[in-house]
Each structure stands twice: as structure tokens, then as C-alpha cells.
């Protein structure tokens, strides 16, 4: 017994270095999509299966999750921009990637190594772009990022993604092992921008200084127009405004 109470204190231990307070019974763990997580979000691979912390033994934490990991869960016809081949796809917006179904209904993955490759959805205004961008660690990776403006000069896209908030019902001395609560939740959007189709995707600022500041000798008058117009450059349609001007220039 004593052994088992080591080992679960340990496991807790290592959980509430990421923890914060949430609402008055439960402890929330908020992670990103970022690989980083990927230890404790793998299915059949995560140390809280040992402490019996999920409801199902048989399922993930993934699968048990409320709320989804898609913001269309239905499979839709898409076409490859290399290709003609029209095939049933879905972005997961929390792993970042576009599943396919494949004519077995086993489901795959787009290699998303086909860097500036697009992804267009046939029957709705819907395209993909697999671009390249620092993650947080400043490294390069690669993701899905939704085209709102293509341009010679800036293109603009948008990130829509999902996090997985995992809250753990609150018992004394954590005996018996607590349950698991996990729910899929949005993040706020966030715009990125491309220059000359470099295949480089650049997070926009959320300051109309921070904006201005990244089209260098056109900062000023790029600024200007934003404070003119009264821009706030978090609103879709206000950012857009600012990148046709930009592309007008």
C-alpha cells in the first residue's frame, strides 16, 4: 500500500508542476496541441493509465475527452492542389492535421512535409495551406493554416485551433484515484502572414504597432492607415482591410 501511495504521490507531483486552480472542485491541466504534450495525450501511452485515471480503461484520454477535436467532424471532398484526385478529408484542429478516409474507412494522414501544398474543399470556401512556422520553442515546423488573402506580396491566413483541458475531481489524499475530466476547447484565432509565397508563415502581432512594424518601409504609412481607419488588427475583417492596403501600396 505504501508503495502504491509513493507512486501515486510522484505521478501527482509531476502533474501539478503544469496545474492551475480550476473553479472550486477540480484542478485544470491546459495544454496546447503542441507536441511537447504528446507523453500524456498519446492513446495507451500516458502515465495517468496507471493511477486509473480514465473512466474507460479501454479508451484514451483523447477518446473520452467532451467537445471535439474538429470543427467539422463530417469528412468532405477535398482536392490536393497537386492533384485531381478528390478524396474525403477533415482538418483535427487539435493535432494540427488533415485526416483522410480511405476507401477501407481506415483513416490516414496529408503528409504535412508537402510544404506550400494547398488543401481545397469541394463543396464549401474552405483551403489549407501547409506552411512553415516557429513554434514556441523558435522551432520550424510545419501546419495547416486557413487562407483568408493570397497575394504576390502578403498573404494572409488564419489558425484555428483546439486545446484539451484536463481537470481531475478533487478526493482526499487523491484516494480513491480521482476521475478524469477532459473537454476539447477553441482558442482564439490568430493570423499569420506570408511574404512572396516564401512558404513562411509569420504570427501576426495583436498591437497595430507590432503589425505595422513587420511591412519595414511602409511601417509608417501602414500605421497610419490603421490609426485613420480605426483598425483594431484582431477582428478578421479589419486585418484584412490592413493587407489589401499593404498589397495596394
Do not use: W
Not at 24 to 30: A, E, L, P, Y
Not at 115 to 134: A, G, N, V
Request: charged content about 30%.
Amino acid at each position: 500500500m505504501k508503495s502504491i501511495l509513493k507512486k501515486s504521490s510522484v505521478c501527482v507531483l509531476m502533474l501539478l508542476c503544469t496545474i492551475t486552480t480550476f473553479a472550486q472542485q477540480t484542478v485544470n491541466v491546459t495544454s496546447t496541441h503542441a507536441p511537447s504534450v504528446v507523453l500524456f495525450l498519446v492513446p495507451h501511452n500516458n502515465p495517468l493509465f496507471a493511477l486509473g485515471y480514465t473512466n474507460d480503461a479501454n479508451k484514451s484520454i483523447l477518446e473520452v475527452a467532451n467537445g471535439s477535436q474538429f470543427h467539422e467532424e463530417e469528412f468532405k471532398d477535398a482536392k490536393i492542389s497537386s492533384s485531381q484526385v478528390v478524396f474525403k478529408a477533415r482538418y483535427n484542429a487539435y493535432l494540427d492535421e488533415m485526416e483522410i478516409k480511405r476507401q477501407d474507412d481506415k483513416i490516414g494522414y496529408i503528409n504535412k512535409n508537402l510544404k506550400k501544398e494547398k488543401i481545397s474543399f469541394q463543396t464549401e470556401d474552405r483551403t489549407y495551406k501547409i506552411l512553415e512556422t516557429d513554434n514556441y520553442s523558435k522551432k520550424r515546423v510545419l501546419g495547416y493554416f486557413k487562407v483568408l488573402k493570397e497575394n504576390d506580396y502578403v498573404s494572409l491566413y488564419r489558425k484555428d485551433l483546439k486545446q484539451l483541458n484536463i481537470g481531475l475531481e478533487k478526493t482526499p489524499y487523491m484516494i480513491p484515484a480521482p476521475k478524469i475530466i477532459t473537454e476539447f476547447r477553441d482558442t482564439k484565432s490568430e493570423f499569420y502572414v506570408e511574404f512572396k509565397k516564401s512558404g513562411h508563415a509569420i504570427k501576426l502581432s495583436r498591437t497595430r504597432g507590432g503589425v505595422a512594424k513587420l511591412f519595414e518601409d511602409k511601417r509608417a504609412i501602414v500605421k497610419q492607415f490603421i490609426k485613420e481607419n480605426n483598425l483594431k488588427v484582431t477582428k478578421e475583417e479589419d486585418i484584412i482591410k490592413v493587407i489589401d492596403y499593404v498589397n495596394s501600396l
